[in-house]
């Protein structure tokens, strides 16, 4: 990701790429490629370069220590999801927010994606009635050479529930509403890891709506968003669909956007038949959308759509699931 960033970084016109920071030297070829200042230690990039925002996309346990030494020199940070791997550093991150005046915006890209928008307004403006339930998956096949970094193997920062589900826990969130409980059900039969590779879960929302989890990175499947969404040039494309939205007037298949409704609500019933219609919606990359959304956040012109208060409760989230899974019970998230 965070060649990505620099990739992205590099092309836009709205900001320029100061320098790039790794503990790995052998990541020196980025700086060369982009013909940037390569550094091995942060404090050294923010003293010379003065950046005015700074992208972390260190592994999870990493996020807190960046955003600590932006902070203590004033450096407002995107930080990829998530916000941090324990609630102690989730709440470490809200009170340099508060105490130092930063502004932190957390990197759940797909709050960007026109399909998230658009699936958003749908759910929002009563199309569908009143939401009843949402149904997901996200099954695929990880390469085997993933799970050879070791962080992505242990606990507390690896696994697929808190490197790849936060961001389908974050999109529930978004488009449905604050979560009120969940209870969830992991299984490790696939690999063999500390981590998990299988998990189901069942979820509330505050709205009363219902809502299920499939996931497993041990799969060869068509359907998850990466898939589906043709979003990542990595994964091969489906023109299949990862999400289902039920209400009391329609559905929704995201992200085919294909909705169906009762021509005539005075005829609506099993033994009526049922159209189908199809939201046009145009494609950008949500990354690049997020840069441009972090740039005028530098400059003060917009609030982060996702700030360090709102990552933390999608964080929340992704481990009041890990608790579930551990002591085999639903978790109720706290409403603060």
Known sequence: MGEKHAELISSNSC??????????VSKKYLAEQFKVPFYDNIEELLDREEPDGAVIATPNGRHVAGV???????????IEKPLADTVDGADRVIQLEKETGIR??????????????????????????????????????KPSDYYDVEWRRRRPGGGPALINLVHELDTMRYICGEIHQVYAQASS????????????????????ALGSVLASDATPSPWSYEATTHENPYYFHTDENCYYFFGTSGSLAFPQMHMWRYSDIDSSGWQYP???????????????????HFCNVIKGEEH???????????????L?????????????????
């Open 15 to 24: 900001c320029s790429l100061a320098g790039i920071c790794d503990t790995d």
């Open 68 to 78: 600590e030494a932006c902070a203590q020199r004033s450096v407002d940070v995107l």
């Open 104 to 141: 932190v915006l957390v990197g759940h890209h797909r709050r960007h994606s026109p399909f998230i928008q658009e699936a958003r307004s749908i759910v929002e403006e009563g199309f569908l009635g009143k939401l009843i339930a949402v149904s997901m998956f996200w099954t695929l096949l």
């Open 189 to 208: 039969a696939a690999r063999g890891l500390e981590v998990e590779d299988s998990l189901t879960i069942s979820i509330s929302f505050e709205s009363g």
């Open 274 to 292: 049922i159209r189908r219609s199809r939201q046009v919606v145009a494609r950008v990359d949500p990354l690049a959308t997020q840069l441009e």
């Open 304 to 318: 982060p759509i996702s700030d360090g208060r709102d990552g933390a409760r999608s964080q929340a989230v992704v």
């Open 320 to 336: 009041a699931v890990l608790e579930s899974i551990e002591r085999q019970t639903p978790v109720i998230l706290s409403t603060s």
